[in-house]
C-alpha cells in the first residue's frame, strides 16, 4: 500500500493532489525549483525536495533529479499531474526501475496513446471512427496527403499537444512555410519533429471523455465535456455537459471511449478526445494518458475524486463500481484564469501578485497554486487557477460563474478575468451555438474594454481600490492616511 507520493509536478495541480493524498493519510513529498521556493503547494506538502536549477528543462523536466528527490525523501510513488513528464513513457519506465509507484497508466499505454500516429492505428484496428488523415513524412508526401485529403488540412506534431507543432493550412502555397514551422516547432516542443496531416473540419466541436480504469480490465466512461471554447487550439473555458449534444450520442461516445481503452489495456484516468460535426458525427482526434486540466467539472457532476481513484488503482484496488452506477447531475463549468493581458494578445504578465482575492460561495471551487505575494514566473505556464462552479441547471451555473469572475480579485498582474466576464455575457455562448473557432473569429469584440466598472465588476472594482490603498507607502504619514479618501468611496466615484 502507498504511503508517501512525490508529485512531479508545481502550481495548483500539485497542490490538488496533496489535499486528497492528506484525506487519505498519505503523505505527500512537494519537489520545487528556485522560483517555487515558497509557492503554496511547497508550504502545504509533509514534505519538500529542491531540484537544482530555475527552468523546466533543469526542474520538473529532470527525470533524474526527480528519482534522485524521491529517494532521499524516501517516497514509494510519484504523481505526475498534468504537462511535464506525466506522459512521457521514458518517465514511467524510469519510476518502475526504481521502485517507484507511478500514479497513470502503464508505459506501454502512455507509449502507444502518446503518438498521435500509433494512437490512429490502434484507434482503427478498435473501431473508433477517425478523421481522415495521412503521412507527412517529408514535404513531398505532405502535398500528396493534403491533395487527398482535400483543403483545408492541419498539419500536426506526432507527439505532444496544446497547440504546438500545429498549423492549419487552407491552400497549397501555404503548406511549404506551415510544414517548415509545425516541424520546427514540434522539434522545440517535444524533442521530435515528426508531423502527419488530418483533414480540418469545419466549425466542428471539440467533446472529450473521460474514462476510468483499473488493473483488472474494469473501465468506465464519466461522460463528456465540451472543450471547444478554445484560442490557438488551447482551451480557455470548458462545461458539462455539452450544451447541443443529444445524449444518444454522449453514450455511443463513452462506449467507444471504453472500448479504445481496453484495446490497449488502459487504467488510471485518461481521456478521450472527438470533434463532432454539425451532423452530430464524431471522430477520435486523440487521446491524454493522464489527469486533465479541467477534471474539477468531471468530479463536481460525478461526485467522484478522480486523484483518490488514481490512488485506488495504483494501489491495485478494483474500481468498487460499474457503469450503471455512474450518474452525473447538474451542470459545471471550469474558467482558465491566466496572468495574461488580452488585450495585448494575451502576452503573459509575469511579476508579483500585491493582493488577491478568492471568490468563494455556494457550489464555487476554485484550484489555485498562488496567494497574495506569489511571484509569477515568465519560467512557466501563466495558469493561476481553475475557477468552477456546479448548478442543477445551465442558466444558473452561468450566472453563478459570473458572480464568482466579480468577486475574484487579483492586483499587481494582467489577468483574463474580463475576457471570461464578456464570454459568458455573449449572447451566442449562452445559447450554446458555438464552436471551435469562436472564440478566434470574435476575439476583438470579446476583448475590447466595454463600458466603466459596473460591467466589469462592481466588487472587483470596489475591493482592487482598497488593495491598492491599503500598498501606498507609509512615509505620507498617518495625517495623511487618516485624511485620505474611503477606497469604497473613490470606487463609487470611478463607476459613477
Known amino acids: 500500500m502507498l504511503r508517501r ?43 519538500a525536495e529542491a531540484l537544482p ?26 504523481a505526475p499531474g498534468y504537462g511535464f513528464l506525466s506522459e512521457n513513457a521514458e518517465f514511467a519506465d524510469a519510476c518502475q526501475r526504481h521502485g517507484l509507484t507511478f500514479l497513470g497508466p502503464s508505459a506501454s499505454a502512455i507509449r502507444t496513446m502518446g503518438s498521435k500516429t500509433e494512437a490512429r492505428e490502434a484507434m482503427r484496428a478498435a473501431g473508433v471512427p477517425l478523421v481522415p488523415g495521412g503521412p507527412a513524412n517529408d ?22 499537444g496544446g497547440g ?27 524533442s521530435d519533429s515528426n508531423v502527419y496531416l488530418e483533414k480540418a473540419l469545419i466549425q466542428p466541436r471539440h467533446i472529450e471523455i473521460q474514462v476510468l480504469g483499473d488493473q483488472h480490465g474494469n473501465v468506465v466512461h464519466l461522460f463528456e465535456r465540451d472543450c471547444s471554447m478554445q484560442r490557438r487550439h488551447q482551451k480557455v473555458l470548458e462545461e458539462t455537459p455539452s450544451p447541443r449534444l443529444p445524449r444518444d450520442v454522449v453514450e455511443r461516445m463513452g462506449a467507444i471511449a471504453v472500448q479504445g481503452a481496453r484495446a490497449v489495456g488502459y487504467y488510471s484516468v485518461g481521456t478521450f478526445e472527438f470533434l463532432v460535426d454539425a451532423e452530430d458525427q464524431f471522430y477520435f482526434l486523440e487521446m ?18 478522480l486523484v483518490r481513484e488514481m490512488v485506488r488503482v495504483a494501489n491495485g484496488e478494483t474500481l468498487g463500481f460499474d457503469q450503471s452506477q455512474v450518474v452525473a447531475r447538474g451542470v459545471a463549468l471550469e474558467c482558465r484564469i491566466y496572468a495574461e493581458d488580452p488585450e495585448r494578445g494575451f502576452l503573459p ?33 501563466p495558469l493561476l487557477s481553475k475557477l468552477c462552479v456546479w448548478a442543477p441547471t445551465r442558466e444558473l451555473a452561468l450566472s453563478r460563474m459570473l458572480r464568482a469572475l466579480d468577486e475574484y480579485v487579483v492586483v499587481g498582474v494582467q489577468t483574463n478575468l474580463k475576457f471570461h466576464e ?27 474594454e466595454k463600458g466603466t466598472a459596473p460591467e466589469l465588476g462592481r466588487a472587483r472594482a470596489a475591493a482592487a481600490a482598497a488593495a491598492l490603498w491599503l500598498e501606498e507607502p507609509r512615509s505620507k504619514g498617518p495625517e495623511a492616511r487618516s485624511a485620505a479618501l474611503s477606497p469604497w468611496i473613490l470606487a463609487h466615484r470611478r463607476r459613477l
Not at 19 to 26: I, K, S
Not at 53 to 75: F, H, K, P
Not at 354 to 367: A, F, I, K
Open 164 to 190: 504546438k507543432g500545429m498549423r492549419r493550412v487552407a491552400s497549397e502555397e501555404q503548406l511549404a512555410a506551415a510544414y517548415s514551422l509545425a516541424r520546427s516547432e514540434a522539434e522545440n516542443a517535444f
Open 288 to 305: 491524454n494518458t493522464r489527469l486533465q486540466v479541467e477534471h474539477p467539472i468531471t468530479e463536481l457532476v460525478t461526485g467522484l475524486d
Open 5 to 47: 507520493i512525490l508529485i512531479a509536478n508545481r502550481g495548483e495541480i500539485a497542490l490538488r493532489f496533496a489535499r486528497t493524498f492528506r484525506e487519505m493519510g498519505l503523505e505527500s513529498v512537494a519537489v520545487y525549483g528556485e522560483p517555487d521556493r515558497t509557492a503554496p503547494h511547497v508550504r502545504y506538502a509533509d514534505f
Open 422 to 448: 464578456q464570454l459568458l455575457r455573449d449572447p451566442r455562448f449562452q445559447s450554446g451555438h458555438y464552436h471551435t473557432t469562436f472564440v478566434e473569429e470574435h476575439l476583438d469584440e470579446l476583448c475590447r
Open 53 to 78: 536549477g530555475s527552468s523546466a528543462a533543469e526542474t520538473y523536466l529532470n527525470i533524474d533529479a526527480i528519482l534522485c528527490a524521491a529517494r532521499r525523501s524516501s517516497a514509494d510513488a510519484v
Open 139 to 160: 514535404l513531398a508526401e505532405a502535398k500528396a496527403t493534403a491533395t487527398q485529403l482535400g483543403y483545408p488540412v492541419f498539419i500536426k506534431a506526432r507527439a505532444g
Open 349 to 381: 504578465s509575469p511579476g508579483r501578485i500585491q493582493w488577491l482575492r478568492e471568490p468563494s460561495g455556494p457550489n464555487v471551487r476554485h484550484d489555485s497554486g498562488v496567494g497574495s505575494g506569489s511571484a509569477i514566473s515568465e519560467l512557466f505556464d
